[in-house]
């Protein structure tokens, strides 16, 4: 087996080891330090790096289309291991092609390509390759990059001989679609493809996750001991993001901070409202590391409770743990949603106005990967839960009072026999911060 300078194995060299999750199902998942040591086997990168490539192209050849065209950059991330920061999440700037058995080619922001060169050495140097196309439409498609690259993009489909086979492109600029479909590709949804690779992580991926999830835990021992009256949502905002990067976040995606009588209904963001005794306030803590992310709810009272915001913390805490109880390996997404209140009984017209308050939802390089557990869609179309699976499970009580409101959520890895949740900070019981 060839390597290239600096030991690293050329990605099309893979091996159907390479597919071996590795688990070590032990009596509690390690949540190791953040650092390299060589005392200690910790993150194994070039490990990760081949199963992702590998679960990829497993999942590519199990689908009809013989190439994958990626513009989502979680999924360009997961095939080719490169990222340049999170500010070129939404700008669609970079794009990856997969064919068949073939190395993955990056397409990448200016002189971000040069350094993948000196510096990705799990990458052919010749894939990596300076190019953009729309940039959300402010490169207007008559400049010709969409045509240009779609026609460099066909030949080498046609190259790997796989021209007569479908293109799976996750998500794309339109002008792109029509670019590509002029270049006589067939193109078809590959973020489907993706998502069944993404669907199992591996050892690697599941330390990663709960390296994370040990970044806030910190941070909820944090907002215990800060909130008080006084305080606004958007200070409680700013102590996180701070204490997150200093604990080496690569990217603090959203943190919900919602108190008082803004629970009810739930608004999904945070204001300057200044928090007041007896507030019910629930908290989301959107971040990654490395890549992984975090969604991990916890609600809290300030100074004292009152038995109707106490009653609905009773409720929403019973709810998640007959969800968790449910999870082990072959048990289908229906059987864990039936265990959660109808939107009827909640108040709401529908499982649609109250999507998104009793969830599931996978984590990993996305925020929402498979499975998706929600009685809107699980009833009718079931997932098989799988070992290997780490997603997050989240419940939502509005107290009887019309405006408190209790969120819980907890993220739990499926081992072989049942699950293990990874969010540890305490929330059997409603915790009273600061307590008069």
């Given at each position: 087996m060839?390597?290239?300078?600096?030991?690293?194995?050329?990605?099309?060299?893979?091996?159907?080891?390479?597919?071996e999750p590795n688990w070590e199902w032990r009596e509690k998942l390690p949540a190791h330090g953040h650092m390299s040591v060589d005392f200690e086997r910790r993150i194994d990168h070039d490990r990760l790096r081949r199963y992702?490539?590998?679960?990829?192209?497993?999942?590519?050849?199990?689908?009809?289309?013989?190439?994958?065209?990626?513009?989502?950059?979680?999924n360009i991330r997961y095939v080719s291991a490169t990222k340049i920061g999170e500010w070129e999440r939404d700008?669609?700037?970079?794009?990856?092609?997969?064919?068949?058995?073939?190395?993955?080619?990056?397409?990448?922001?200016?002189?971000?390509?040069?350094?993948?060169?000196?510096?990705?050495?799990?990458?052919?140097?010749?894939?990596?390759?300076?190019?953009?196309?729309?940039m959300r439409g402010?490169?207007?498609?008559?400049?010709?990059?969409?045509?240009?690259?779609?026609?460099?993009?066909?030949?080498?489909?046609?190259?790997?001989?796989?021209?007569?086979?479908?293109v799976g492109v996750d998500y794309a600029e339109t002008a792109m679609f029509h670019?590509?479909?002029?270049?006589?590709?067939?193109?078809?949804?590959?973020?489907q493809i993706m998502l069944a690779a993404r669907e199992i992580k591996n050892t690697d991926e599941i330390q990663l996750l709960t390296q994370a999830a040990a970044m806030v835990d910190g941070v909820y021992h944090m907002i215990y001991e800060e909130l008080k009256p006084g305080v606004r949502?958007?200070?409680?905002?700013?102590?996180?993001?701070?204490?997150?990067?200093?604990?080496?976040?690569?990217?603090?995606?959203?943190?919900?901070?919602?108190?008082?009588?803004?629970?009810?209904?739930?608004?999904?963001?945070?204001?300057?409202?200044?928090?007041?005794?007896?507030?019910?306030?629930?908290?989301d803590i959107l971040q990654?590391?490395?890549?992984?992310?975090t969604c991990y709810y916890r609600t809290f009272n300030v100074g004292r409770a009152t038995p109707s915001q106490n009653d609905a913390y009773v409720k929403a805490r019973e709810w998640?743990?007959?969800?968790?109880?449910?999870?082990?390996?072959?048990?289908?997404?229906?059987k864990v949603a039936e265990v959660w209140p109808t939107a009827e009984s909640l108040g709401f017209a529908s499982e649609d106005q109250a999507f998104g308050l009793q969830f599931g939802h996978g984590l990993g390089l996305a925020l929402h990967e498979r499975p998706i557990i929600s009685r809107a869609v699980s009833m009718d179309h079931p997932m098989e839960i799988q070992t290997g699976m780490v997603f997050a499970l989240e419940t939502y009580c509005p107290a009887s009072d019309g405006y408190s409101a209790a969120r819980i959520e907890e993220e739990v890895v499926v081992t072989e026999n049942g699950c293990e949740v990874i969010s540890l900070f305490p929330a059997e019981e409603l915790p009273i911060a600061n307590r008069y």
């Open positions: 060839s390597e290239r300078p600096g030991n690293a194995l050329m990605p099309n060299l893979l091996t159907p080891q390479d597919l992702r490539l590998a679960r990829t192209r497993q999942s590519l050849k199990n689908s009809n289309a013989g190439t994958l065209l990626l513009f989502d950059v979680n700008k669609m700037c970079r794009f990856c092609l997969l064919t068949g058995d073939d190395s993955p080619y990056v397409w990448d922001f200016g002189s971000a390509a040069e350094h993948h060169k000196r510096h990705s050495d799990w990458l052919e140097p010749s894939h990596c390759l300076a190019g953009v196309v729309g402010t490169i207007p498609p008559e400049f010709g990059l969409m045509q240009k690259y779609a026609k460099q993009i066909a030949g080498l489909i046609r190259d790997a001989g796989m021209a007569d086979m479908p670019a590509l479909q002029q270049e006589g590709l067939n193109v078809v949804d590959g973020q949502e958007n200070d409680i905002v700013a102590l996180s993001n701070k204490m997150l990067y200093e604990m080496g976040s690569d990217d603090v995606e959203a943190i919900n901070a919602i108190s008082g009588e803004r629970c009810n209904p739930h608004p999904h963001n945070f204001t300057d409202r200044l928090i007041r005794p007896g507030d019910q306030a629930f908290f990654s590391y490395q890549g992984y992310r998640i743990d007959a969800s968790i109880a449910m999870i082990k390996p072959g048990v289908s997404t229906d």
